[in-house]
């Protein structure tokens, strides 16, 4: 169930009951990242889906030949979010009844 949810519903707000079973350090992820071409010095806006980095393959500008970037995570256009995955068990009906026995 969690699963289908989870697939249908990227993106937006959702409430899910069950019990935390394994948490993950915060990280921060990349939605969206300006960079630098080192040949010609012109910075581009690159999304970064579901925070895959993806650094670009060639320069945009149509006489520039560069393939060498600098990412620039300084720049207002930039923009990275913490996250943490949370591992969730789904609680039963008669666990929830039971649910203060699990807290230490």
Avoid at 46 to 75: L, M, V, Y
């Amino acid at each position: 169930m969690v699963i289908k949810v989870f697939f249908e519903l990227v993106g937006k707000f959702v409430t899910i009951r069950g019990a935390v079973v394994r948490t993950g350090t915060v990280r921060s992820e990349v939605c969206r990242m300006t960079f630098r071409c080192i040949e010609c010095s012109v910075m581009f806006v690159i999304e970064q889906p579901q925070g895959c980095f993806a650094s670009p393959s060639r320069c945009k500008t149509r006489d520039c030949e560069g393939r060498i970037f600098r990412p620039e995570e300084t720049e207002s256009t930039t923009k990275m979010v913490d996250a943490r995955k949370i591992r969730l068990q789904d609680i039963q009906h008669y666990d929830v009844l039971n649910y203060n026995k699990w807290l230490p």
